[in-house]
């Protein structure tokens, strides 16, 4: 059994006493090193989820256990040294003047020295490949970059929990794409989980695990290939079905059926390949 | 109108340690009536071009056309905001724009300032509201009390309710879910036919511009790098990919399916249902020619 | 972006002045605006002169950019030098214009506060042209951090310069996205009777003070998910250092001033 890093135990949460629920009765659970996608429309829960995972809210029923801490009040420095958060817009995350600045805000705020914080700041941004803009101010770089420096500032503290909040929702395709592969090669080089927070079912495709969010609870909570094979009742909560998958469904409607639900073009041409040898 | 530029150049700060070129000898024509999709990366000169279409920017050189005004960097017409009351702009994330105590109040801005009278604005708010997808009811809200959609919506109305006679939109669906997205995108198609609007389009989204453009003007580094039909344009992977854009994701799988079957399906702008049954009948007369 | 926001703006560069420390920089203009008072003579105000010129040359940024960006000073120059030529009436006459009589003490008056409001605002600039806005704010927070001892927030005070100067180029781009959103509406910021140009300032002003309380917010959740908790128990990572160069600039300076008051008259 791997180690339990994040766990929601019936969570509950509503801006105020009047105000709708916005999370109901949420119990999940995340593991270590494991890339998990939250998904669901605007307003499905999806942001408050990592906002109370980083104890930036509380949950009014329930708790939250991170590394099997609670999290509260008293608790919210250490949790913060243990997840990291990149958020949807990449000018208000930005607090330094330079790149340089802006990772080491962090570190800056746990007082780590600074040989070692001129140290980690080679690596984090060599790991997100902004190392050649160290000293570029924020509005010389382009919005995938400004995400991309948010990404080495959270991985210069070395955090365990890495959460990229609608983190690509401001970008052009290209940032988008940046983004991804980025997050891509941390998650394989640092041991790290990874939480990915969109309303994009593109970028689920590499999580190892989809929960679906929904008015306020967990819809569904399964891997990619289960998920994309829901189709209509994804379109009915909002969500967007890739091409892949509807040619896919098309295809099974004029009697190729397939083995796998496919992720990608590949094991689509694959699936095909085989059926048309055997044709 | 119809719109042209010919040999259009724009530098931001020009004479200065900061100059920057952001068009360069820039041509086209836009016919009356069609509906433009214009294709970059960002910094590829989309927004400064946009900015010519009301008169916002004048051109450092060159000439820009909208039907019969006139922009050089010498002359600006002296009817400006006659031009503006007919070239309708909807910027990217438009709801930034809001300001007034009420989303009527707001709606009636452009309308107000361009000098229509209150009681013609009365009635163009009853039809753009609908139009929009929102309900009257929320016409006595403060704007700032909706939903980052609701907002976007109004914002639009706003635009809307001043009657243009060419529609500019600058990634209108930024930011938004996918169902924010395809509403919005059908909503301006829609108009586009009803009300014989020259549209343009500015767009990241591949996707929106085969769906509803019938010409696609690629950018890149402020000069026109491709023009012309969608299905076109978009069948030239590599001449898009070493730009670094893509295709949509349908030729991508064409493209993909002849590399595998050696058997090209031509791109004609199908549905998925329809090139679904194509994949069919190709592999089906491929399993007989075996 | 607009124009006459250049002026003062800093221009990239590699010059000695640019990499003097700012601390430096600040010292020795802040005492230059001193000494150019004790100039009384032609030889003492060459000397102040020459010492501007020089450095100006030294930070290789195009003289052009420099006098362009001085433009707004020019009248006030100008308007100095005439009100003295006319106020003043010490020294010979030299002529007549209409019934007025131009005394020569006016005009060497005249000249002599015009170039010392020439070299004020020449050297002034000069500092802000080769500095970087965070380099002066890391100069100020450790020129001020004596006052740490009688409680003043030093840090928070930095910390609120260095986040301002991060965002007055977001917040510029937005002004300008908003007002051109708003002239598309109609808008017309520029022509038109005074009172309805005020009026059409309420749709500029409402969404950017919007916009930046959102930002705010939005930053204040950033910072507190970094783990920012105040000054207390923060390491930095901005050091400044005196080096050579600095020791050089600060010799030179100091025989500036001596030659400055071997030759003024007394």
Avoid at chain 1, 31 to 37: F, G, L, M, S
Avoid at chain 1, 45 to 63: C, D, H, R, V, Y
Avoid at chain 2, 225 to 248: C, H, I, R, S, W
Wanted: with cysteine; hydrophobic share 40%.
């Amino acid at each position: 059994m791997r180690e339990k890093l994040i766990e929601f135990r019936n969570v509950s949460f509503r801006y105020g006493e009047e105000e709708p629920w916005v999370l109901k009765d949420c119990s999940f659970s995340i593991y270590k090193d494991e890339w998990v996608a939250i998904i669901g429309h605007n307003g499905s829960g999806k942001s408050t989820i990592a906002k109370l995972m980083n104890g930036l809210l509380f949950p009014q029923e329930g708790e939250i256990y991170i590394s099997g801490k609670i999290v509260n009040q008293e608790t919210i420095w250490e949790v913060r040294k243990e997840v990291g958060m990149v958020f949807q817009n990449p000018d208000n995350q930005f607090v330094g003047t330079t790149v340089q600045d802006d990772v080491a805000f962090g570190m800056e705020n746990r007082g780590i020295p600074r040989e070692d914080m001129i140290k980690r700041i080679d690596t984090s941004l060599t790991a997100v490949g902004m190392n050649d803009y160290r000293l570029t101010e924020p509005h010389r770089l382009s919005g995938g970059q400004k995400q991309r420096v948010a990404i080495a500032g959270v991985l210069a503290i070395s955090p365990r929990v890495l959460i990229l909040d609608e983190a690509t929702a401001m970008l052009d395709p290209k940032g988008r794409m940046e983004i991804m592969n980025t997050v891509s090669n941390v998650q394989e080089m640092n041991q790290i989980s990874l939480i990915t927070i969109t309303h994009d079912l593109r970028e689920v495709v590499q999580a190892e695990r989809v929960i679906v969010m929904n008015e306020g609870v967990i819809w569904d909570e399964a891997n990619p290939r289960e998920i994309f094979a829901k189709k209509d009742k994804l379109r009915e909560i909002g969500l967007d079905v890739p091409f892949i998958a509807l040619l896919a469904e098309e295809l099974k409607k004029k009697g190729i059926s397939m083995k796998n639900e496919p992720l990608n073009h590949n094991e689509l041409l694959e699936d095909l390949w085989t059926l048309h040898s055997t044709m | 109108m119809d719109i042209t530029f010919n040999n259009v150049n724009y530098i931001y700060q020009e004479n200065s340690p900061f100059a920057h070129k952001a068009l360069e000898n820039l041509s086209f024509h836009i016919p009356s009536g069609s509906f433009v999709a214009i294709v970059g990366h960002t910094g590829s000169g989309k927004s400064t071009l946009i900015q010519h279409l009301n008169g916002l920017i004048r051109p450092t050189k060159g000439e820009v056309r909208i039907g019969d005004y006139r922009l050089t960097h010498a002359d600006k017409p002296k009817n400006l905001k006659e031009l503006r009351s007919r070239v309708g702009v909807v910027f990217q994330y438009p709801e930034h724009q809001l300001f007034d105590e009420t989303v009527e109040k707001d709606i009636s801005f452009g309308p107000k300032n361009f000098g229509v009278m209150d009681r013609e604005i009365r009635k163009r708010i009853q039809e753009v509201i609908p139009a929009v997808g929102l309900s009257e009811e929320l016409l006595e809200r403060s704007p700032f009390e909706l939903s980052g959609g609701q907002m976007r919506r109004v914002a639009i109305a706003g635009v809307l309710a001043v009657k243009p006679e060419i529609l500019v939109l600058d990634e209108p669906t930024a930011g938004l879910d996918p169902r924010g997205q395809k509403e919005i995108m059908e909503m301006f198609y829609s108009l586009h036919q009803e009300e014989q609007l020259t549209t343009v389009l500015v767009t990241h989204s591949m996707e929106d511009a085969v769906k509803y453009a019938d010409q696609v003007i690629i950018l890149n580094k402020g000069s026109k790098y491709m023009e012309g039909k969608p299905e076109d344009v978009f069948t030239q992977q590599e001449a898009l990919n070493k730009v670094q854009l893509d295709v949509p994701e349908m030729i991508e799988f064409l493209y993909a399916f002849e590399q595998r079957f050696g058997k090209a399906i031509p791109f004609k702008r199908q549905s998925i249902e329809q090139l679904a049954d194509q994949v069919y009948q190709s592999l089906k007369e491929a399993g007989v020619d075996e | 972006m607009n124009n006459s926001l250049i002026i003062g703006q800093y221009v990239p560069g590699n010059s000695i002045i640019h990499r003097l420390d700012p601390r430096t920089k600040i010292t020795i203009i802040f005492s230059f605006v001193i000494f150019v008072f004790f100039a009384n003579s032609v030889p003492s105000y060459g000397i102040l002169t020459l010492f501007a010129i020089i450095t100006t040359l030294v930070t290789r940024i195009p003289l052009r950019y420099i006098l362009k960006g001085l433009t707004p000073v020019w009248f006030l120059i100008v308007f100095t030098f005439i009100l003295h030529i006319f106020v003043t009436k010490e020294g010979s006459v030299l002529f007549e214009v209409l019934t007025l009589e131009i005394y020569s003490g006016g005009v060497i008056q005249g000249l002599a506060i015009s170039l010392r409001f020439f070299l004020l605002i020449l050297i002034t600039s000069l500092l802000t042209l080769t500095t970087t806005p965070i380099e002066i704010t890391d100069a100020i927070e450790d020129m001020l951090y004596p006052l740490n001892k009688v409680k003043f927030p030093v840090h928070e005070l930095a910390l609120m310069m260095s986040i301002s100067l991060r965002f007055i180029p977001t917040l510029m781009q937005e002004t300008e996205k908003i007002s051109k959103a708003q002239a598309s509406r109609g808008v017309d910021f520029r022509t038109g009777p005074f009172k309805e140009r005020i009026k059409a300032v309420v749709p500029l002003l409402v969404p950017l003070f919007v916009s930046a309380f959102k930002r705010a917010e939005e930053l204040a959740m950033a910072m507190e998910a970094r783990g920012y908790q105040g000054g207390e128990g923060r390491s930095k990572l901005r050091q400044l250092k005196i080096e050579t160069r600095d020791v050089f600039v600060y010799i030179l300076f100091t025989c500036v001033i001596i030659g400055l008051f071997l030759t003024r008259t007394y």
